[in-house]
């Protein structure tokens, strides 16, 4: 009681003063690793969350297809090089839903965060356009990757792989992943409007994925069109991750790699601009 009675009789001046500390700002090193996972979540989060849409159907699509082609041109083609159609066909529309799935992811998120509003959400936390970017960039890899494997499994039912060299197979899964989803992205920036990415998608992507040799060997080809055929990056990743299948390439793997990691670069440089600029993004 007496040290309650003596502390009320303190006077204002008597209390002891305590050193104001301004608010710091979070210091979070060279990278933003928890901003950076927090974005990688989010879009892996955003896909499974209707992963009968974004994975099962790619599954189902690319079943079909293998069934209708194999019905109808098996018995005419027969065999391409060493292998039946059927082995053949079956790492092609792999890839070909690794391709399409990987720019769906980015193209959509990005497309669909403009339209609603909410890519401020993403511009306003303290995250560099690099980290954005690769954020960005591992949910379209992971989109693509799980629905590759996926479609693997279901196909390995139907076809006996001979999965020559798996290193081959793992790194043209990569960089065609990586490429689609940095051109996703790409399109997903530019993009006013969901018909502007329709037809990124209908012009773009999808008569490039079907005229990559996805469904044939490009040496039966006429010259004029296999020179075509040679300057469409698709080509070198289906024929690459076919390669890594069954031994077999229409070019051979330096020539590919070096391709597809060319184009990597370039349109990482591409939407790392586009990020730091904030074209059509801050305006």
Request: hydrophobic share 50%; with cysteine; glycine share 8%.
């Amino acid at each position: 009681m007496r040290e309650i009675a003596e502390n009320q009789m303190l006077k204002p001046e008597d209390l002891p003063v305590r050193e104001i500390v301004p608010p710091q700002v979070r210091q979070f090193g060279a990278v933003n690793w928890r901003g950076l996972w927090t974005l990688y979540h989010r879009e892996v989060k955003r896909f499974f969350k209707v992963f009968t849409q974004t994975l099962a159907a790619p599954v189902v699509t690319t079943l079909l297809f293998y069934t209708i082609f194999t019905v109808a041109l098996q018995n005419r083609v027969g065999s391409v090089g060493a292998v039946s159609f059927t082995v053949f066909l079956a790492p092609g529309l792999i890839m070909m839903t690794i391709l399409q799935n990987s720019f769906a992811n980015t193209s959509s998120s990005m497309m669909t965060s403009k339209i609603q509003g909410n890519i401020v959400d993403v511009l306003m936390p303290p995250i560099s356009p690099l980290e954005m970017l690769c954020g960005f960039l591992g949910g379209g890899v992971t989109r693509g990757f799980i629905v590759g494997i996926s479609a693997t499994i279901a196909m390995m039912v139907l076809v006996d792989f001979p999965f020559h060299n798996p290193a081959v197979i793992l790194f043209f899964a990569l960089t065609a992943s990586i490429m689609m989803a940095l051109l996703g992205m790409i399109g997903g920036i530019w993009a006013e409007k969901f018909d502007h990415m329709a037809a990124i998608t209908n012009f773009v992507v999808v008569p490039l994925s079907f005229l990559s040799g996805t469904f044939y060997s490009i040496d039966r080809l006429p010259e004029i069109w296999q020179s075509v055929a040679h300057l469409n990056p698709f080509f070198y990743a289906i024929d690459g991750f076919r390669n890594g299948f069954i031994g077999q390439g229409d070019a051979p793997f330096w020539l590919g790699a070096t391709v597809m990691l060319s184009v990597n670069l370039v349109l990482f440089l591409i939407v790392h601009r586009m990020l730091v600029t904030g074209y059509k993004l801050k305006s």
